[in-house]
């Protein structure tokens, strides 16, 4: 909670999507998306905040790059391992 906090203070496009089951403290939630995790099709709200958000997102002045290797053979290569 405390990401979307920072992200709203300093102006970074965001939404929230959540299950309906979960809730949070002192109203952080009222202006959420609620969808249930097992849905198959996003609900029409969900999607339209969705395409807003791709329209306010602008590329960072300076982007960072992340480089991430390791070893192909080890586990946590695997698509089932605990990075990938």
Not at 31 to 52: F, G, I, Q, Y
Request: charge should be negative; include cysteine; glycine fraction near 6%.
């Amino acid at each position: 909670m405390r990401e979307i906090a920072i992200a709203n203070e300093i102006g970074i496009p965001s939404i929230v999507i959540a299950d309906p089951r979960i809730s949070g403290e002192g109203g952080c939630c009222d202006n959420w998306l609620r969808m249930k995790s097992e849905e198959k099709h996003c609900p029409d709200a969900v999607v339209t905040a969705l395409n807003s958000l791709t329209e306010e997102w602008k590329p960072p002045l300076e982007p960072h790059y992340i480089f991430f290797a390791t070893d192909q053979a080890s586990e946590a290569a695997l698509r089932t391992g605990p990075i990938l």
